[in-house]
């Protein structure tokens, strides 16, 4: 007798989100990402910054290419989406994954650093607040039929150049 499968839906919806970052900030595209794009898209699980795992001046190679995240924020019930509830019989409520994605690069920041270096980094750090939107809108436009319950998404935040690096996160908010 063959057990029964047990699949976290939460698994799809982030599937959904690191495909869509992987269409955005493909190198091979017919329109690639200003600074240069990427395959790789990790995907975290925890309270920490994505960033933290990040190490990009550990070698050369590691500013080749633009490092790109998912990270559930979070996971709870909401009887009014996206509010967190918190209730005695939470079980009956629709859940709902807080999602964080995201995008960084090595940052210009010596002292020798000319205005054109920050005009370049600045148009780089614009397209790259594109494709992530363009992220959103592409997987909240497909979860909406598939997750009646709601989809919203939150502001894109700017981050650096403090640090060496410089990007782009948003939240989305998806529940099932």
Wanted: aromatic share 10%; with cysteine; net charge negative.
């Amino acid at each position: 007798m063959s057990q029964p499968v047990r699949i976290d839906p939460a698994i799809a919806i982030i599937g959904s989100f690191i495909a869509a970052l992987k269409s955005q900030f493909d190198p091979n595209q017919p329109v690639p990402p200003d600074g240069g794009g990427t395959k790789n898209v990790r995907f975290f699980a925890a309270d920490g910054p994505p960033l933290e795992a990040w190490d990009a001046f550990s070698n050369e190679t590691d500013c080749d290419e633009p490092f790109i995240w998912v990270r559930v924020v979070s996971r709870y019930r909401s009887k009014n989406f996206p509010e967190p509830v918190i209730n005695v019989n939470p079980c009956g409520l629709p859940r709902v994954l807080a999602i964080e994605i995201g995008v960084a690069r090595c940052a210009a920041i010596s002292l020798d650093t000319s205005w054109e270096d920050y005009d370049k980094q600045a148009g780089i750090s614009l397209d790259d607040s594109y494709r992530i939107e363009q992220a959103l809108c592409a997987v909240t436009n497909v979860l909406k039929h598939d997750n009646p319950i709601g989809v919203g998404t939150d502001t894109l935040v700017p981050f650096g150049p403090e640090g060496g690096r410089f990007g782009w996160s948003a939240q989305a908010y998806i529940g099932f």
